[in-house]
């Protein structure tokens, strides 16, 4: 079992950064593929990045060159740093792990931390 805690959201204005943490506990953190997704109010839950185990990184073309991935498996952490950040990117983020590869999202979900953007 794989439990994942996020942090780090909050709001920001447009053009501003944050970064989003998250904590998994498990020692078989490091085979698995983590990531981040996102679901804005009345649309669908979307992929924003995932990193495998292998180091292959996969982005949402609306976050590349802005969002950068990385993972810390000695402290059993996933990061999403946010930069240039822009109202379309308001959403609940969640931390998501237990995959293989960097396309379908694994079983493991966290709570989720709201992003706001705005002025």
């Known amino acids: 079992q794989v439990q994942l805690v996020e942090s780090g959201g909050g709001l920001v204005q447009p053009g501003g950064s944050l970064r989003l943490s998250c904590a998994a506990s498990?020692?078989?953190?490091?085979?698995?593929?983590m990531g981040w997704y996102r679901q804005a109010p009345g649309k669908q839950r979307e992929l924003v990045a995932v990193?495998?185990?292998?180091?292959?990184?996969n982005y949402a073309d609306s976050v590349k060159d802005r969002f950068t991935i990385s993972r810390d498996n000695a402290k059993n952490m996933v990061y999403l740093q946010m930069n240039s950040l822009k109202p379309e990117d308001t959403a609940v983020y969640y931390c998501?792990?237990?995959?293989?590869?960097?396309?379908?999202?694994?079983?493991?979900w966290g709570q989720g931390t709201q992003v706001t953007v705005s002025s």
């Open positions: 998501n792990g237990g995959g293989v590869g960097t396309v379908v999202s694994g079983p493991y």
């Open positions: 990193l495998s185990a292998g180091g292959s990184r």
């Open positions: 498990g020692s078989i953190f490091r085979i698995y593929a």
